[in-house]
């Protein structure tokens, strides 16, 4: 059973155009996240919610707005992509929202290709 | 600023050697610091953590040391195996809590046989 799971795997679009992806954690976790690493690698958060309470919003453009139905689903809404938004996006769960929270359980990914 | 980075970008073993990931990070004021693995096309996955009232843990084949007086985190694999190719990342909290992880660029690590 896929403890974080996140929906498309993969998604190609043109830039300007309006995408979405979804996550789902079933580990009853009441903090979920979403990452961003681009090319080189590199993980920067963007996200964070507890129990459906943004508490963490990184400097992101607004046209990136996650949104959190109930504590086990995170989905992200990308409007008018740029060629900049390509990069492969995480979501994450942890089990409480305090500090030193102790380990992020990552889904597997979704690598999105802006043309 | 809070920054997180490692020494070496890559790292190639002989499957059976030790393996030494290492870690520099800027924030003194972080107190928890964790090591995730990266298998390719895949999320990244706890390995270790430790906080900063430890300076040494060891899990299965894995060791983290720190050294917070010169704000270095190590992990040390033993007896390398195949199976731990992958790209390393050390993590640290930033202030505010709410587990907000600071990573590392990575190290990715090549076993040969």
């Known amino acids: 059973d896929t403890a974080v799971s996140q929906t498309p795997k993969y998604l190609v679009t043109q830039m300007g155009n309006d995408k979405s992806i979804k996550c789902e954690q079933n580990l009853g976790h009441d903090t979920m996240y979403w990452y961003k690493q681009d090319s080189k690698k590199f993980l920067k958060i963007m996200f964070s919610?507890?129990?459906?309470?943004?508490?963490i919003n990184e400097t992101v453009p607004n046209r990136f707005s996650p949104k959190s139905p109930d504590k086990a689903h995170l989905n992200l809404h990308i409007n008018s992509l740029e060629l900049g938004d390509s990069a492969v996006y995480f979501c994450?769960?942890?089990?409480?929202?305090?500090?030193?929270?102790?380990?992020?359980?990552f889904g597997e990914g979704s690598r999105l290709t802006v043309l | 600023g809070e920054s997180v980075g490692l020494h070496l970008p890559t790292l190639s073993v002989q499957e059976g050697d030790n393996s030494i990931i290492n870690c520099a990070y800027s924030n003194s004021a972080s107190d928890y610091f964790i090591w995730y693995k990266q298998e390719s096309g895949k999320g990244p996955q706890f390995i270790i953590d430790?906080?900063?009232?430890?300076d040494k843990r060891q899990g299965q084949r894995v060791t983290v040391l720190l050294n917070k007086t010169v704000k270095h985190l190590s992990l040390q694999i033993a007896a390398t195996q195949p199976g731990d190719s992958a790209v390393y990342f050390c993590a640290e909290t930033a202030s505010g809590g709410y587990n907000k992880l600071i990573f590392g660029a990575g190290t990715r690590l090549a076993v040969h046989p």
């Open positions: 919610y507890n129990n459906k309470e943004l508490i």
């Open positions: 994450a769960s942890s089990q409480r929202g305090g500090t030193n929270t102790g380990e992020l359980f």
């Open positions: 430790i906080r900063s009232n430890m």
